[in-house]
């Protein structure tokens, strides 16, 4: 599962990061009004945490771009304003939660899930196709009922393919997901992309699934049937 911190308190920021990873989601955080909107212009989350006050702009704003693109992730607000009119006007324009600061960092991270869950996943633990099932909880992903071992890199590709499935994904905005603002990538430098992709493809093929990994030459990838 893939987040968005939007949060001008850098301190705040590292720590809602640092713990949103130990809980084995890919996080990107960013602390300006401008980075933000590039982030969503440019990538699509499966929940943006946004601070209502920002540097260069509101984060009620960020959530109407949100909702005039149609992006389809659910949106937590949290902020040091205790206003009544700050969450209402939050959850009309689309907002899934409210968080008031302080907070403890376990309540985000479940409410978090809990938005994820009911949005994007119906309320299930699970998501198959054809013969390969992920349960969300404990990482676990099978093919044909049988366990495949992925390390944490190859589970989080497959279910970035899962959940982007017949789309084509160019190799920038694969290595974004997986590694976030914290590597420095090269535009003519991806051989990593490709060894994770090659390691992913033989273990499901190993097991017996067929071979759903699509290479758009040229351009990244696709996980299709066709």
Known sequence: ??????????????????????????????????????????????CVVVDISLPG??????IRRLKKRNKDAG???????????????G????ADDYLTKPFHLPELNARVKSIIRRRNLQGQNEKSFNEITIIFD???????GEDVILTRKEYDLLLYFLMNKDKVLNKEVIAEHLWGDDMSL???????????IKNLRKKLIDKGCKDYIRTVYG???????E
Do not use: P
Not at 11 to 28: C, Y
Not at 138 to 144: E, N, T
Not at 186 to 196: E, G, L, W
């Open 219 to 225: 351009i990244g990838y696709k996980f299709s049937e």
């Open 1 to 46: 599962m893939n987040l968005l911190i939007i949060e001008d308190e850098l301190d705040l920021l590292e720590s809602i990061t640092k713990f949103l990873v130990s809980e084995n989601f890919g996080v990107e955080g960013v602390s300006t009004y401008q980075m933000a909107e590039e982030k969503i212009e440019l990538y699509d989350y499966d």
């Open 186 to 196: 090269s535009s003519d430098s991806f051989d990593f992309i490709y060894t994770h």
């Open 91 to 94: 959850l009309d324009i689309g």
């Open 57 to 62: 702009g509101s984060g009620l704003d960020i």
């Open 138 to 144: 404990s990482r676990r992903v099978a093919v044909k």
């Open 75 to 89: 949106v937590i607000i949290i902020s040091a304003k205790n206003s009544l009119d700050d969450k209402l006007i």
